[in-house]
């Protein structure tokens, strides 16, 4: 089995239960799945949540532009940039409604050489949270 490091960002939120921001083998940097929440607290952007912790309202743009900067720390933290990821796969809890807003920022956010992608219908995630990113960087060599 080939070597394997693990890292961390200080930048991006807490993993939610025993696993690593990224893990690299080789060239490749495999980073585990990224919400929109906000570091040091349960803050997920855009969210309104009622006494008992069910999602009343959301803002699936804001919390595309807070995945995509939590992304880009992991990376950083990792020793890649967001022009090495290669292979992106997005689950979203709502297609229907949050496709077209995703899809959009998504564009303006990989305009230039963008990663293969696939987008998933979930039923739910961990947290209340409406879109993860699970992501494959291929790491240049210094």
Known sequence: MSQSTVHHSDKAPEPVGLYPHARRVGNLLFLSGVGPRKKGSKEIPGVTLDGKGNITAYDIAAQCHSVF???KNILEASGASWDDLVDVTVYLTNMKA???VY????AEYFAKNPPCRTTLEVNCLPTP???ELKCVALVKEK
């Open 69 to 71: 900067e939590n992304v």
């Open 98 to 100: 949050d496709f077209p």
């Open 129 to 131: 949270i409406a879109i």
């Open 103 to 106: 899809n959009k920022l998504w």
